[in-house]
């Protein structure tokens, strides 16, 4: 270190390298590892995060599997899987943004990303018409919480059925606004021409994070829709 | 700068994805038993995987990040698997006639009476 010589002369200087390199980084690329490592890092959080969730869904399902059967058949299927396949689209949207980002079509990068805002938009507007159908017919728990029918002796345990659908669900589409607010912002800065095929971190960034947020979805629809369909 | 994919690849996964997604609605309405469960995680893992492998480059990022997606899936198996463990094994009987056939409470300590009074008495006519 002390032979002066070494280090290159405008090594602080703003003139010889890429304006979205910050000091701290030795190059774009150690940037971009470190900026992925990151946010890798916050989604294994999420992870975990929901794991929770899925650890008392596990748990319960055990204990009270009946009522998880009969709760399942409660959720409407169609709308379940039409909103896997709006959610999957998302992500290849998503994933077809970062590549024109990557190789620098600035349009083809907006359209991209206005196409997973439109999808997201779809899911959280069928979702929104669940949750009201689930008012309507009393399976809302401490709303009122009723079942008729045969199952009227499991209403107890569908109850918790319905408080982890909620919670989870819930949780999943407070993700899906966030990932729609990010969205609008990353769209607002594509417009603006602020990627380059040198530095588009923002772009694929925000599309880990919407990625995750699909994978969580691909979980809860056989989880909360499918199994137990058949049992009985 | 980091890898690019063919938009053929995206494509590509995407149907794989479709295709699951139809698979694991379809083994939802035929009676497999047991396997219903098993099954419908099995094809959501695999499309998870998918998503994760190339949607979010996992299969070409560096070491260090590939471990740290690893981890958040070694974690929350360690959360369920040892929660569930604890809550399964709870009412499970370690001995044949559960806990009092093992010996366990006031029987166990008349078995570990009896040998003792039985030496005493041995010892008794010894003498």
Known sequence: MSDAAAIPADAHGHGHHHPDLQHHFDSLQQQHEAATLGMWLFLVTEVLFFGGLFMAYLLYRVWYHEAWAAGSRELDIRLGAFNTIVLIGSSLTMAMAVRSSQTGYRKATVNWLLGTMALGLTFLVVKFFEYKDKFVHHHVPGFDFQVTGDHAGLAGPMEIFFSLYFTMTGLHALHMVIGFGLMSVITWMAYKGRFSPQWYTPVEMSGLYWHFVDIVWIFLFPLLYLVDRTSQ | ?127
Do not use: C
């Not at chain 2, 093992?102 to 570990?112: C, K, N, T």
């Open chain 2, 1 to 127: 700068m980091s890898h690019i994919s063919p938009k053929r690849t995206y494509y590509t996964i995407f149907a794989l994805l479709m295709g699951l997604t139809v698979l694991t609605v379809f083994a939802a309405f035929n009676h497999l038993g047991v396997f219903n469960f098993p099954v419908a995680i099995g094809i959501a893992i695999t499309k998870a995987t998918l998503v994760i492998l190339f949607f979010m480059h996992a299969k070409y990022s560096s070491q260090l990040t590939k471990l740290f997606v690893g981890m958040s899936f070694f974690f929350l198996l360690i959360l369920f698997a040892l929660t569930m463990t604890d809550y399964l094994s709870r009412g499970l009987k370690t001995y044949p006639g559960g806990a009092a056939g093992a010996g366990y409470g006031v029987r166990r300590a008349e078995a570990v009476h009896e040998p003792a009074a039985t030496e005493e008495r041995q010892e008794g006519e010894k003498h």
